[in-house]
Nanobody, 121 residues
Framework: VHVAESGGGLVRPGGSLTLSCEITGSWMEMYSMGWYRQTPGMAREMVAR???????EYSQSAEDRFAVYFGNAGHKVFLRLNNVNARDTAVYYC????????????????WGQGTQVTVSS
């Protein structure tokens, strides 16, 4: 499984940005796809994710500002960041949580390398 993020960069406070993620490879069953973020010295935190029933879940800071959605083709997931502020500055990681080969394997997390988002004027 290969996870590749893109779309990070510098954005002004109040601005918007869309992060993209494409996941390739094979797995038995997807549980969720989504986005996490991490700042230096802090634990990685969930931002937004969608489960295999299409139900989206957001962190309190992301709700009402961010939107997570699947692409129309392939295994792609996007994160639209709106009305960003300095606290949104972080490395954003795309995540696939899946059963890799057999039901007894349990769930495995696959991660990308991350993409930096910096909010600054």
């Amino acid at each position: 499984v290969h996870v590749a993020e893109s779309g990070g960069g510098l954005v002004r406070p109040g601005g918007s940005l869309t992060l993209s993620c494409e996941i390739t490879g094979s797995w038995m069953e997807m549980y969720s796809m989504g986005w996490y973020r991490q700042t230096p010295g802090m634990a990685r935190e969930m931002v937004a994710r969608i489960n295999n029933r299409g139900v989206a879940e957001y962190s309190q800071s992301a709700e009402d500002r961010f939107a997570v959605y699947f692409g129309n083709a392939g295994h792609k997931v996007f994160l639209r960041l709106n009305n960003v502020n300095a606290r949104d500055t972080a490395v954003y990681y795309c995540n696939l949580r899946a059963i890799e080969r057999a039901p007894g394997d349990g769930l495995t997390d696959f991660w990308g390398q991350g993409t930096q988002v910096t909010v600054s004027s």
